[in-house]
């Protein structure tokens, strides 16, 4: 039987910005808000894959999801990560819980493989990806705040 299909629950914005995949996010979400992530998203890599590029996700609200969808976020990430992905640089925005859910999204990226970190600015954010951009084969971790 055909699981039902529920409404996407969290909100999305990505965009593009040079070698940058800009993803804005809130939640809390559900699979079908990771699953409509998963289509909008292929499109924007395959304009950027052509060579390294970076993601920067800006995350606010509870930005958490089921183990369903946290499996599924694995997968995605993996599938960018073979399209090229460098890095992701990661800000929570404005969070009560950020301890909680830098720990939930941090194993999110060690199981799907990326490098990745955690930034309190944009700014910072930015600036480390354009280092890790410039120097692909650095596939080192770093834990800023």
């Known amino acids: 039987m055909p699981k039902s299909k529920f409404p996407a629950h969290?909100?999305?914005?990505?965009s593009i910005e040079?070698?940058?995949?800009?993803?804005?996010?809130?939640?809390?979400?559900n699979l079908e808000m990771v699953q409509e992530y998963q289509q909008q998203v292929m499109g924007l890599r395959k304009q950027i894959m052509h060579a390294p590029w970076g993601s920067l996700?800006?995350?606010s609200?509870?930005?958490l999801v089921s183990p369903e969808a946290?499996?599924?976020f694995v997968?995605?990430?993996k599938q960018a990560k073979a399209m090229n992905l460098q890095a992701t640089a990661v800000v929570l925005?404005?969070?009560?819980?950020?301890?909680?859910v830098r720990q939930f999204w941090q194993e999110i990226y060690i199981d799907s493989g990326v490098n990745y970190a955690f930034f309190a600015t944009i700014v910072e954010a930015r600036n480390w990806l354009q280092t890790v951009l410039k120097n692909p084969t650095n596939n080192i971790n770093y834990q800023a705040s």
Do not use: C, D, F
């Open 57 to 59: 996700a800006l995350l």
């Open 18 to 29: 040079g070698q940058l995949l800009i993803i804005e996010g809130s939640g809390p979400a």
């Open 93 to 100: 925005i404005e969070m009560e819980s950020a301890e909680m």
């Open 10 to 14: 969290g909100s999305l914005r990505l």
């Open 75 to 77: 997968q995605v990430i």
């Open 70 to 72: 946290k499996a599924l």
């Open 61 to 63: 609200g509870t930005p």
